[in-house]
């Protein structure tokens, strides 16, 4: 590191200013003196001696939690470059709260989990062969992953018309405001997937669910309205299910023709397939599958990105001018820095099953720190995915003006990617 030439020029230094050395100086070397001084102590302003990993400066010798100091080690021992207070942007789903039902099991990462999480919340639920996500809706749109296994989904579109698929890992689903759905594990080990909500506030114990719902309307009024006596209402549940355990569906078809009804089935399609899009993009270091409402129709509320860097690859320099970035990473490790107005950086680490988020046209990357394929979502409240890369502005401005700014070479400038390439290596 030049740290340490820097620190012994100005330690030189100091000694040669030093109040002894001072009283014998005479005034020509006391002038020399004062100019190594202030180039010393500009130098020093900018390098400052930083501990590297095992000083003693660096160390933490009281008591502490070593796993996670080495599952964090940005955090531990912060890369020069970090700077000033920046908000926490990274929560684990690990150690969320995990509300446990016969038939699976649900857990989230909303503002409260996450403070800085204002546009999102997402939540990450498991069904077992059979086991059901209850009918319901939410007061926010759902968009949703699958991240394991199969599943049967149904749903109500706006005109009454019914919406039944079986959906299997890496395929997606949407489901609009109001919009009533349910979710079922199919076999042989039934599902995992994400959900993602546009509304930090969101949780999974705040939606409008069928067995809750009858539960809190009167007998008779539930007679009136079925048509039938209040005695055939009598071992109707009391109480909501959320997740329970029920027989593993029949063919999707039957299911199908059963709810078709006089209206046939919905022409909206609330599931994508998105291992039949090919990438958007495509480098040496990754690929990048974006899909938003000018591929997935009616996900009008949520853009999305599916971002996959190869070994010593990274997401570019980049911001989004149009919405806050939520994230959730499903494989590999990495890390990401996001600089904040001010000066202000920070950098942390990032493994599979960790949230993080970025607000709105703050600069960050993503770089691979692992061996292995580093696999993330990339989540946006808006129709639209945009985004705009660092090394793309830079192409873009006046040569003259970028070399005067960075103190590059014409060489160094030409070198610049003259579009965006989301990864490098291109």
């Known amino acids: ?30 002038a020399a003196a004062g100019m190594l001084s202030a180039e010393a102590g500009a130098q020093e302003q900018t390098e400052k001696p930083y501990p590297k990993k095992g000083d003693k400066s660096a160390s933490a010798p009281g008591p502490g939690n070593r796993e996670i100091d080495e599952q964090n080690p940005d955090s531990f021992l ?61 007061t926010a749109a759902e968009w949703s992953i699958m991240l394991y296994g ?12 019914s919406f039944v698929d079986d959906v299997s890992e890496g395929d997606l689903w949407y489901f609009p405001t109001g919009i009533p759905h349910s979710i079922q594990g199919l076999g042989p080990d039934g599902c995992e997937f994400l959900l993602v909500f ?47 355990q029920a027989p593993v569906p029949g063919p999707l078809t039957t299911d199908q023709k059963s ?30 599958k974006i899909i938003d409402s000018s ?38 490790q990495g890390r990401m820095t996001v600089f904040a107005t001010g000066g202000r950086a920070r950098t942390m680490d990032f493994q599979a099953g960790d949230v993080g988020y970025i607000q709105k046209t703050l600069p960050h990357y993503v770089e691979n720190t692992g061996a292995t394929d580093l696999k993330f979502l990339e989540m946006f409240k808006s129709a639209s995915y945009q985004d705009l890369a660092l090394s793309e502005w830079l192409a873009h401005t006046p040569a003259e003006l970028v070399m005067a700014h960075l103190g590059i070479d014409k060489a160094t400038y030409d070198a610049i990617p003259k579009s965006e390439t989301v990864v490098m290596p291109e």
């Open 1 to 30: 590191m030049s740290g340490d030439m820097n620190t012994m020029s100005n330690e030189t230094t100091k000694e040669v200013v030093s109040r002894r050395g001072f009283i014998g100086m005479g005034s020509a070397a006391l």
């Open 78 to 138: 912060p890369p020069q470059t970090d700077a000033g207070g920046v908000q926490t942007f990274k929560y684990p789903f690990g150690i969320s709260h995990k509300r446990m039902q016969e038939g699976g099991w649900s857990r989230e990462v909303t503002i409260r989990e996450l403070a800085v999480s204002k546009s999102i919340a997402g939540v990450d639920m498991r069904l077992t062969a059979g086991g059901v996500r209850e009918l319901h809706w939410h």
């Open 150 to 161: 199969n599943a049967r989904i149904t749903g109500l579109d706006a005109d009454g018309k």
């Open 198 to 244: 546009d509304d930090g506030n969101f949780s999974e114990y705040e939606t409008v669910l069928l067995t809750d719902w009858m539960a809190h309307t009167p007998r008779e009024v539930l007679a009136k309205n079925f048509g039938v006596s209040e005695q055939a209402m009598g071992k109707m549940v009391r109480r909501e299910k959320f997740i329970f």
């Open 259 to 288: 709810t078709a009804g006089s209206l046939g089935l919905s022409p909206v399609d609330f599931s994508f397939r998105t291992g039949k899009m090919p990438p958007t993009k495509k480098t040496k270091g990754g690929e990048v």
């Open 295 to 332: 591929k997935f129709k009616i996900s009008t509320t949520i853009a999305a990105a599916i971002v996959t860097v190869h070994p010593g690859g990274i997401r570019e320099l980049h911001w989004h001018p149009n919405a806050d970035e939520w994230q959730y990473y499903m494989a590999g």
